[in-house]
C-alpha cells in the first residue's frame, strides 16, 4: 500500500546571513557555514497511523514539519504525502493536510466561531454545513457556546490550542501535523488536548505527525517513533521496543542521544533579524 | 464547485475576515478616521488662510475644491496602498502567515481578497471624510462629474495595486527592513504626485517622478471630473496612462510577490519560530 508520506533523503540547510550571505559570497567573503537543520532524513509513516518525532530544542521538528507541511522548501531530497509531491503539487498537498503548531495562529481578537468560519471559506465548505461543524466540534471540546463568539484572546492558551486543533479538524485533513501540540499547556490543557488528539485517532482515519519532546505524550499517542537529533534519525520503532529493560522512554533517548531531552539547545537567538 | 467560484468566495474570505477585525478594533477606527477628517479640514483651510497671508483676493473657493479633491483622493489611495502593502505584515502580525500560506488557494486568490478589502475599506473612509469636509464648508460641488469620478477612483485603484502589491512582498523578504521600505514608497509618491499643488511647481528633477506615479493621474482626472465637471469622454485621455501603469506594475506585482513567496520558502523566511 502506498505510503501516507515518503521522505527520502531530506536536507535543508538555513543560511545563517541571509541576503547578508549573497553580499558575501559576490565579495568573495569567507560565509558562515550555514545551519544543516534537516541531515539527509528518510520516513515513511504508514496510512492511518500516529508517527511521533522526538527530539529536543534545535533538532529539526519544526523545520521537517514545515517541508511536509509545504511551507518549506527542501535543498534536495523528495518529500511526496498519498503520492503528491509537496514542491511540484503543493496545492494538492495543501487540500488534504493541515498542521497545528506549538502557537495557535488565530486573528487573536476575532471569536472561534469567527476564526474557523474563515477557514472554512478558504477551504470551500459550504457556509450553513460549516456553522454546525463548527459548533459541533467546538462544543464537544467544552468550549461554551458564550466563548465561542468572544474574542479569542480572552480563552486561556489551552483552549486556544483545542481551538487550533478542531480548526484543523474542519478541514477533514487525511494528514495531520501536529507540531508540539501541548508545549507549554498546563497539566490540565494538556490532557485535555492529548484526549482529543488520542480521539481524532480513534474516530477519524487521518494519518498523524506528532512532534513532540514530551516523552509521555509521544509514548501514549504514537504508534511508532522516531528520535531526531541535530537532524538526523537515530532510530525508528515501536515505542515499547525503543525501550530496554526497565528502562523509561527518556532514559532510551538519553541513551540514544547521549543528553536529555530538555537541555540541549544549540541556538538560542531569537528569529532571524532583517535582511 | 466550480473552480473559479470557490477561489471567489475563497478571496471573499479575506474582505469578510478583515473588515470583522476591523470592527473589533472600533476604538482605533474611529480615532484614525477622526484623525484623516481632521487633517482634511486642516489642508482645507490653507485656502482661507492664503487669502490673509497672501493679502490680496483670489478665488480661494477652486482652491478649496483643489485642496479637498487631494486631500480626499490620497486618503483614499494612501489607505488602498497601505492596507494592500500591509497584507503580508498583517498576516505575519496576527501570527497566521503560515496557515494562510498553507491554504489550497492560489496565491493570487490571496492577493485579491485582500486587495479587494482595502479597496472597499479606503473607499468607506474616504466618502466619510468627503461628506464630513463638503458640509463643514458647505463645498458646491454641483457641476461635478460623480460617475466620472468614480471611474477615475475605479481605474486608479487598479494602478496602485500593482505598487502596493510589489510592496506587501518585501516583508517576505527583508522581515522589518520591508515594511520599512513601504513607508518611504509612500512618502515618495505624496511628494511627486501633486496632492495640495500642481506637479509644475515642483523642480524639474522631481516632476519627472510625477509622471510614473499613477497617483498624479487620478488626481488630475478627479480634479476635473470634481472641479470642471469633465465628462466621462473628456476623461478617457487621463485614463491611457493610468491604464499603462496597471498594465505594467500589476502583472509584475503579482510575479514579483510569488518570486518573494518562493525565496521566503526556501529561506525560511516566513516564520521561524514554534
Ligand atoms: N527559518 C529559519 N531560519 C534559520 N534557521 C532556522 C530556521 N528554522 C530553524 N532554524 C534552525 O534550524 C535548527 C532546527 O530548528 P527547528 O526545526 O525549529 O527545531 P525544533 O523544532 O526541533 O526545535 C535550529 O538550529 C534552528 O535555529
Ligand atoms: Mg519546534
Known amino acids: 500500500m502506498q505510503p501516507a508520506v515518503s521522505i527520502d533523503h531530506l536536507v535543508k540547510r538555513f543560511d545563517p546571513a541571509g541576503f547578508g550571505g549573497a553580499w558575501r559570497r559576490a565579495l568573495g567573503r569567507p560565509l558562515k557555514d550555514p545551519i544543516v537543520a534537516l541531515d539527509a532524513i528518510n520516513v515513511t509513516v504508514r496510512r492511518g497511523e500516529v508517527y511521533g518525532i522526538v527530539g529536543s530544542n534545535g533538532s529539526g521538528k519544526s523545520t521537517l514539519a514545515r517541508v511536509v507541511a509545504t511551507l518549506l522548501l527542501p535543498d534536495s531530497g523528495a518529500v511526496q504525502v498519498f503520492g503528491h509531491d509537496v514542491v511540484k503539487e503543493a496545492r494538492t498537498v495543501r487540500r488534504f493536510m493541515n498542521r497545528v503548531s506549538v502557537e495557535a495562529s488565530f486573528f487573536k481578537k476575532l471569536s472561534p466561531l469567527e476564526n474557523l468560519s474563515f477557514t472554512a471559506r478558504i477551504y470551500g465548505l459550504p457556509a450553513g454545513e460549516a456553522r454546525e461543524r463548527i459548533f459541533e466540534i467546538l462544543k464537544r471540546l467544552g468550549i461554551e457556546e458564550k466563548a465561542i463568539r468572544r474574542p479569542m484572546d480572552q480563552m486561556s492558551r489551552g483552549q486556544q490550542q483545542k481551538v487550533a486543533v478542531a480548526r484543523a479538524l474542519l478541514t477533514s485533513p487525511v494528514l495531520l501535523i501536529l507540531d508540539e501540540p501541548t508545549t507549554g499547556l498546563d497539566p490540565r490543557s494538556k490532557r485535555e488536548v492529548q484526549d482529543f488528539v488520542r480521539e481524532i485517532c480513534d474516530t477519524h482515519d487521518a494519518t498523524v505527525i506528532l512532534m513532540t519532546h514530551d516523552m509521555d505524550e509521544a509514548e501514549q499517542l504514537c504508534d511508532r517513533l522516531a528520535v531526531i537529533d541535530k537532524g538526523r534519525i537515530l532510530v525508528e520503532d515501536k515505542p515499547t521496543a525503543l525501550r530496554r529493560e526497565g528502562e523509561t522512554l527518556e532514559d532510551a533517548f538519553i541513551r540514544l542521544t547521549g543528553h536529555a531531552v530538555e537541555v540541549h539547545e544549540p541556538d538560542k537567538t531569537a528569529a532571524g533579524g532583517g535582511g | 464547485m466550480v473552480p473559479l467560484r470557490r477561489e471567489l468566495s475563497a478571496s471573499y474570505a479575506f474582505v469578510e475576515r478583515n473588515f470583522r477585525a476591523v470592527r473589533r478594533y472600533w476604538g482605533w477606527e474611529v480615532v484614525f478616521l477622526f484623525h484623516s477628517i481632521v487633517s482634511a479640514l486642516t489642508v482645507a483651510f490653507i485656502a482661507p488662510g492664503g487669502v490673509v497671508v497672501a493679502g490680496q483676493q483670489f478665488d480661494s473657493d477652486r482652491l478649496i475644491l483643489f485642496l479637498v479633491v487631494g486631500t480626499v483622493v490620497w486618503a483614499y ?17 496576527e501570527g ?73 512582498a518585501l516583508p517576505l523578504l527583508f522581515l522589518e527592513r520591508g515594511s520599512q521600505m513601504t513607508v518611504v514608497v509612500q512618502a515618495s509618491l505624496l511628494l511627486v504626485s501633486g496632492v495640495y499643488y500642481p506637479v509644475e511647481v515642483l523642480p524639474d528633477w522631481l516632476e519627472w517622478f510625477s509622471v510614473i506615479s499613477p497617483a498624479t493621474y ?41 518570486w518573494a513567496e518562493r525565496y521566503a520558502l526556501r529561506h525560511g523566511r516566513l516564520k521561524r519560530s514554534g
Request: glycine share 8%; net charge negative.
Open chain 2, 77 to 93: 489611495l494612501d489607505s488602498v496602498f497601505d492596507s494592500v502593502a500591509f497584507m503580508v505584515s498583517w498576516e505575519r502580525w
Open chain 2, 96 to 168: 497566521t502567515i503560515e496557515s494562510t500560506f498553507m491554504a489550497p488557494i492560489r496565491r493570487v486568490t490571496f492577493i485579491a481578497g485582500s486587495s479587494a478589502f482595502a479597496v472597499l475599506y479606503s473607499f468607506a473612509r474616504a466618502v466619510v471624510i468627503l461628506v464630513v469636509v463638503a458640509l463643514f464648508f458647505s463645498l458646491d460641488m454641483g457641476a461635478a462629474n460623480w460617475v466620472g469620478a468614480f471611474a477615475v477612483l475605479a481605474i486608479g485603484s487598479l494602478g496602485l495595486l500593482g505598487i502596493g502589491i510589489m510592496s506587501a
Open chain 2, 218 to 258: 487620478v488626481l488630475n482626472a478627479m480634479r476635473a471630473a470634481v472641479l470642471d465637471g469633465v465628462t466621462l469622454i473628456d476623461l478617457l485621455p487621463h485614463f491611457g496612462p493610468l491604464m499603462l501603469i496597471t498594465a505594467v506594475t500589476l502583472p509584475l506585482g503579482v510575479w514579483v510577490f510569488g
